[in-house]
T-cell receptor, first 111, second 119 residues
Framework: GQQLNQSPQSMFIQEGEDVSMNCTSS?????WLWYKQDPGEGPVLLIA?????ELTSNGRLTAQFGITRKDSFLNISASIPSDVGIYFC???????????FGQGTRLTINP | GAVVSQHPSRVICKSGTSVKIECRSL??????MFWYRQFPKQSLMLMAT?????????EQGVEKDKFLINHASLTLSTLTVTSAHPEDSSFYIC???????????????FGPGTRLLVL
């Protein structure tokens, strides 16, 4: 099935560093979502974006809906140990029921 | 916030047996439910979409006779893995969407997942 192109696939950073990851698509989406998944659990919604150009924050997390509607990025500032996990982007097209997921970005933090 | 539960959280079964996984929306009515499968270190792959009272729509390559989905009420969907084999071992995650809440806000919530191990 269709997947979004998410990068990087993995990141190894020091605690306190900022993190940036992004997703691109060949098709236009009306909704961009960012989820975090901890081991053995389901994804938890972090940020939802609904308009092209929209910039939304959730604590130390900031995400933007690309102006072309084909990309989105997620930034995490001042990373802490509990930020460790896998981050997924997901998009939904106009009138679509299904979400299309990215491959995920695995974040590892060295204390 | 909206909560989706799954039961069981983990199940081990013998090859050839059937396993039923339940997905419930606890505080909202789910007009649409989705079933995903996730293999280790991979993303979520959609298996099927079900609307309450209708037959599920399966993704290409997913056997509808092997993965039976029932969405008989607005708060419950079940996935039955029939004649399970070791290659069916995976992490199964359901998701429920509340289209009525709407308001332009994201209303699709994920369950905690069910780990299936077929011996």
């Amino acid at each position: 099935g269709q997947q979004l192109n998410q990068s990087p696939q993995s990141m190894f950073i020091q605690e306190g560093e900022d993190v940036s990851m992004n997703c691109t698509s060949s098709s236009i989406f009306n909704t961009w979502l960012w989820y975090k998944q901890d081991p053995g659990e389901g994804p938890v919604l972090l940020i939802a974006l609904y308009k092209a150009g929209e910039l939304t924050s959730n604590g130390r997390l900031t995400a933007q809906f690309g102006i072309t509607r084909k990309d989105s990025f997620l930034n995490i500032s001042a990373s802490i140990p509990s930020d460790v996990g896998i981050y997924f982007c997901a998009g939904r097209g106009q009138g679509a029921q299904k979400l299309v997921f990215g491959q995920g970005t695995r974040l590892t933090i060295n204390p | 916030g909206a909560v989706v539960s799954q039961h069981p959280s983990r199940v081990i079964c013998k090859s050839g047996t059937s396993v039923k996984i339940e997905c419930r929306s606890l505080d909202f009515q789910a007009t649409t439910m989705f079933w995903y499968r996730q293999f280790p270190k991979q993303s979520l792959m959609l298996m099927a979409t079900s609307n309450e009272g209708s037959k599920a729509t399966y993704e290409q390559g997913v056997e509808k006779d092997k993965f039976l989905i029932n969405h008989a009420s607005l708060t419950l969907s079940t996935l039955t893995v029939t004649s399970a084999h070791p290659e069916d071992s995976s992490f199964y995650i359901c998701s429920a969407r509340d289209l009525i809440a709407g308001g332009g806000k994201e209303t699709q919530y994920f369950g905690p997942g069910t780990r299936l191990l077929v011996l």
